[in-house]
């Protein structure tokens, strides 16, 4: 039982000598691990788009993709790819993420406002719906025709007069209205407007429902590969024969269509770690084959003129960071941070090394040899002491003695010390006889 009690005094002589050490490195690497690199929020704020649109659909899926991490999406409604990047580029907004057109702003400008690219995810083409008993062929044959371009905030308008422009015409050769996408179909379906221009991925029920429509055009954009020389944002895509409905044949031959990517565009203050899986969701969500994309073609860091993100390059690159790929994402974030801690710990490593071996033999011993101290003070007391007054010194001295030896064996010390626990019984012993031999000495002297 003595054996095991030496033991535990053992240990918790090692763990106070550790404890004021432990203490600071834990301080230290704390600061460094919250200061230097702090941890992502658990939520983000994203402007989507217009109700029943693309946007807000695409958005309701990433909500449920980070909810699988515990992270909340919040979602404010927007109308658009320019209401979007505004809100994104706004210091004081809250917006972090968004749905943005490629062709909405250009490199220096995105730079400028501390935009970064996450990469393109859908190809979203532009859809020009019209009534006519007789197919259009150019874009000049719209001359004096109603067009509802949507509201400002889309981005089609400032795209529809660049289409004007290579074509010769201004917005003053047209009457333009500004109506959503659902109200302006429905003014399109109701001949209050000539033409309907919005842009949209494939899967629009708008879309959908305008293809079967008896009377609705759809505009094909035989030049489309020119319209792509003259503006680099925009990609030539192919509506196929009969992917609307093959039984029905539907529609009944290749539509020829422009399409700018929607991209998804974040600030640079958006936490590194969220790119990563932003882009895991984006890869779930985008990867699939529709009418206009092969399987896996997105997400990309192609057709975007904002700087893509370091960070996304790399997901691009070699895929999702090795961590998350076995581990959940708020786990492996953890490890991945801990570089900080061993870089704080790896400095104070060496030192501490040195110093906490010799603190823990210190503790130990100190606990014997501060009884020398009480033993010279025993000495010190009878030496050239009085004659008649020796005998009276020697033995309260014999007495403190005793009570330093009484304490001395309660004395508990790792059985490594046992040695030096040993040589301080010996000396108090030598102190005590020394001590007798004086009485001796003066007793002898006294009788004669």
């Known amino acids: 039982m003595q054996k095991i009690k030496f033991t535990l005094f053992n240990l918790r002589d090692l763990l106070v000598a550790f404890g004021p050490v432990t203490l600071m490195v834990v301080i230290v690497c704390g600061v460094g691990y919250w200061l230097v690199d702090p941890a992502p929020s658990r939520i983000i704020d994203m402007s ?170 759809l505009f094909d954009f035989v030049q489309a590969e020119a319209y792509t020389r003259r503006f680099p944002f925009l990609s030539h895509v192919v509506l196929p024969r009969g992917i609307v409905d093959i039984g029905r044949d539907i529609p009944a031959r290749d539509y020829h269509l422009i399409a700018p990517t929607a991209t998804l565009v974040a600030h640079e203050s958006l936490h590194p770690a969220m790119i990563g899986l932003l882009l895991q969701a984006a890869r779930r969500i985008h990867s699939g084959a529709d009418w206009f994309s092969k399987q896996g073609e997105f997400p990309s860091d192609k057709y975007t003129e904002i700087p893509v993100a370091r960070e996304a390059e790399k997901f691009y690159k070699n895929g999702p960071p090795m961590l998350q790929r076995y581990l959940t994402f708020w786990v492996a974030n953890f490890f991945e941070r801990m570089w900080v801690v061993l870089v704080a710990l790896g400095a104070l490593f060496l030192p501490l090394s040195k110093i906490i071996p010799p603190l823990y033999v210190w503790r130990i011993r100190s606990r014997i040899y501060r009884w020398y101290g009480q033993l010279r003070l025993v000495e010190q007391s009878i030496e050239n002491v009085d004659p008649a007054e020796l005998q009276a010194v020697a033995a309260r001295q014999l007495r403190h003695l005793d009570e330093i030896e009484e304490k001395v064996n309660r004395i508990t010390i790792p059985l490594s010390y046992a040695e030096e626990l040993y040589g301080l019984r010996s000396h108090i012993n030598f102190v005590r006889a020394r001590v007798e031999a004086m009485m001796k000495a003066g007793a002898v002297q006294a009788a004669t």
């Open 48 to 217: 989507t788009g217009q109700a029943n649109g693309a946007y807000e659909r695409f958005a309701k899926r990433y909500a449920q993709e980070l909810a699988k991490n515990q992270i909340e999406l919040r979602q404010q409604a927007s109308l658009g790819s320019e209401e979007n990047l505004a809100r994104i580029s706004d210091p004081d907004s809250d917006i972090e993420i968004g749905f943005v057109r490629s062709g909405s702003t250009d490199e220096t400008k995105a730079q400028e406002r501390g935009l970064i690219s996450l990469g393109s995810l859908f190809y979203e083409p532009i859809w020009v719906f019209y009534r006519s008993p007789k197919e259009v062929t150019t874009i000049s044959q719209f001359k004096g025709k109603t067009v509802n371009v949507g509201p400002d905030g889309t981005g089609v308008a400032r795209l529809f007069e660049q289409i004007l422009d290579v074509n010769g015409m201004t917005a003053e050769d047209v009457s333009i209205q500004k109506l959503a996408d659902t109200p302006g179909t429905v003014a399109l379906l109701d001949g209050k407007v000539d033409v309907l221009i919005f842009s949209s991925a494939s899967d629009s029920p708008l879309v959908q429902m305008l293809l079967q429509t008896p009377g609705i055009r």
